[in-house]
């Protein structure tokens, strides 16, 4: 499957979470369990996707409130591509199975970058886990 193709489901993916918070909730565990199973392949870029993933729960949750629909979007996109099964790189190869994982990732980090912030700075005030 190529990369565009894998990035338009996400895109779909990601507008049906908007409308259903208890599938981010879903979505969020799921990807929690994938991390947790491929924390070595997934690198540097490991601790910013749990932050993109707890961003997703606590907004499902309903506790996070502050977040726009368009870095909603970006943030259950990404974690929907890392996700889904079918890569343009295929997640189980060696060293370069996670390549375009980490690249959404980045890119989404990248664009949230305000957001990823102000996340990181609510969740230092709340104490209310989301896992």
Same mark, same amino acid.
């Given at each position: 499957m190529d990369v565009g193709k894998r990035s338009e489901d996400a895109e779909k993916q990601a507008k049906v979470i908007i409308d259903d918070p208890a599938a981010a909730v879903g979505m969020a565990d799921k990807a929690q369990q994938k991390v947790r199973k491929n924390q070595g392949k997934l690198g540097s870029v490991r601790r910013d996707l749990e932050t993109l993933i707890r961003m997703l729960k606590a907004w499902g949750k309903g506790k996070y409130k502050g977040i726009g629909i368009a870095n909603l979007l970006i943030v259950a996109g990404a974690v929907f591509y890392f996700l889904n099964?079918?890569? +343009? $790189?295929?997640? @189980?190869?060696?060293?370069?199975?996670?390549?375009?994982?980490? +690249? $959404?990732?980045? @890119?989404?980090?990248?664009?949230?970058?305000?957001?990823f912030y102000k996340f990181q700075d609510w969740e230092q005030t709340v104490d209310i886990s989301v896992d």
């Amino acid at each position: 499957m190529d990369v565009g193709k894998r990035s338009e489901d996400a895109e779909k993916q990601a507008k049906v979470i908007i409308d259903d918070p208890a599938a981010a909730v879903g979505m969020a565990d799921k990807a929690q369990q994938k991390v947790r199973k491929n924390q070595g392949k997934l690198g540097s870029v490991r601790r910013d996707l749990e932050t993109l993933i707890r961003m997703l729960k606590a907004w499902g949750k309903g506790k996070y409130k502050g977040i726009g629909i368009a870095n909603l979007l970006i943030v259950a996109g990404a974690v929907f591509y890392f996700l889904n099964p079918i890569d +343009a $790189v295929v997640d @189980f190869l060696p060293l370069v199975g996670f390549t375009d994982d980490v +690249a $959404v990732i980045m @890119f989404a980090i990248a664009r949230l970058r305000d957001e990823f912030y102000k996340f990181q700075d609510w969740e230092q005030t709340v104490d209310i886990s989301v896992d």
